[in-house]
């Protein structure tokens, strides 16, 4: 079920223009308006999710599904020299719009796109301890 708030929403269901690269009865693949590299998009469910936590796992399926057919057609059509998937979750995770979404980012040597940050470099124990923790 869509909200009538959520612009992702309204998107998604076709009540805000967007440049649509796919579409089917569940998802719209949109080019991003802000993109951080050529052929930049987002896979946007019409339902409302407002994250990872809430999809549904049949959902999580056709949407990470639907994510690998885009990334392997943008890659050939765009030639592309890499790419990523990119999901965030929640505000501390960079995620600006509480709706489900998967960033697909065309990757291009030397486009200077940088997604990681620092290694952090912990100990031994102090990986145990979140080994022990996540067992």
């Known amino acids: 079920m869509k909200k009538d708030d959520c ?3 309204r998107i998604a ?24 590299t050529k052929g930049h998009a987002l896979v946007l469910p019409k339902e409302h999710f407002d994250n990872l936590y809430e999809l549904p796992e049949e959902w999580c399926k056709k949407a990470f599904a639907l994510a690998k057919r ?23 995770a960079g995620q600006t719009i509480s709706h489900f979404h998967i960033h697909l980012i065309p990757r291009y040597r030397e486009d200077g796109l940088e997604l990681s940050g620092e290694q952090q470099s912990p100990s031994q124990e102090e990986l145990e301890a979140v080994r022990q923790q996540l067992s």
């Open 7 to 9: 612009i992702f929403c």
């Open 13 to 36: 269901n076709g009540e805000i223009a967007s440049k649509t690269i796919y579409e089917n009865e569940e998802f719209r693949v949109i080019l991003d308006l802000g993109p951080v």
């Open 70 to 92: 885009m990334a392997e057609r943008m890659t050939e059509k765009l030639g592309c020299d890499g790419f990523n998937l990119l999901q965030n979750n929640k505000e501390a």
